[in-house]
């Protein structure tokens, strides 16, 4: 049965992660497409190798696609990718700023070539403002964007990048196909292309909408804390005292976390998840302890408060030593608690609900 996306012909300009990725998406959807890499094949190919240029990761980023090897540098090459282009719907190109128009694959160019193309460009930053110019990996974006900090991992002093994703190429993979089948879903209404632009650095903030700002509501200590932090950074003082001091001035970001964590068992370690007071109320009374913030005239503001649920967390973490990850996940299920084991993906591989899904 063809894909919603059938008869859709997509080019891509791209390597590593995000924007290939982007692309994999379009043509899991029954797009077809083509990427043009260069004639050794773009660097993920050569990225821990199992066969000469093929690794796994490079695979997964880009089943159901077309490769043509090309050197857009040389006059023939140039020719054929835009003879490539003015027969397709998209372009999806993900390169320094500075290299789509010194290659001549540049949303003005190919849109002449093509007058009702959808291009998106993909970059770290946004071709506008101080870092236009940039280029930058997701593990740069992680830190500049907040990500890195904001997962509060330190070892030796120093904040650890997210290892398990790449977390920021990823969100803007998805990003870039959703913003290419919105574009054609208005092109068949228009009958007009446009210009896209994803950025690794707005598709990380986006996702963290929990640090909005709002004049109404925290603001104040938000400036506050921005300016105390750009002191601390002048003065040379560590990392970890710069994310003891936010701490500070978020003392309660994490007071439901508690609910939301893993555990160690007597014999495993066990996640659990619940982001609702009702869910949380489930969990406490299951693990048998009583927490203050379900009780009336509980008061968010009162800095008593900070202690206590330190206090409650520490007595979870023993209570929940007492029984094995077995016994407790059966208790969860029981009282409706959404919990699960830790796991690691190679145990995945034969899982029997990965397997049924």
Known sequence: MPGPLD???????????????????LSDMGAEVIKVEPIEGEPWRLHTEFLPKESKTFITLNRGKKSLPLDLQSKEGLEIAQKLVSDSDVVIINARPDVPKNLGIDYETLSQVNPKLIYCDNTAFGRQGPHGYRPGYDLIIQAMSGLLAADNKVVDGV???????????????????WGVSAALFSRERTGKGQKIDTTLLSTSLLIQGGFMEMEEHGKEEKDELVETLGALRQAGLPYQ????????????????????????????????????????????????????????????????????????????KSIILTKTGEEWLSIFDAAGVPAGPVRFIQELTNDEQVIAN
């Open 159 to 177: 904040p650890q990048q997210v290892t398990a994703t790449a977390v920021a190429d990823y969100t803007t993979g998805v990003a870039i196909a």
């Open 241 to 316: 005292s710069l994310l003891d001091q936010q701490q500070i001035f978020s003392p309660f970001n994490n007071a439901f976390r508690i609910y939301y964590t893993t555990y160690q068992t007597a014999d495993d370690v066990i996640a659990i998840a619940c982001l609702s007071n009702r869910l949380r109320k489930k969990a406490a009374d299951a693990i048998g302890v009583s927490d203050p913030r379900f009780s009336e005239g509980y008061d968010l503001e009162d800095p008593s408060m900070v202690s206590a649920i330190e206090s409650l967390s520490e007595k979870m």
């Open 7 to 25: 008869g859709i012909k997509i080019v891509e300009f791209t390597q590593i992660i995000a924007a290939p990725f982007g692309g994999m998406l």
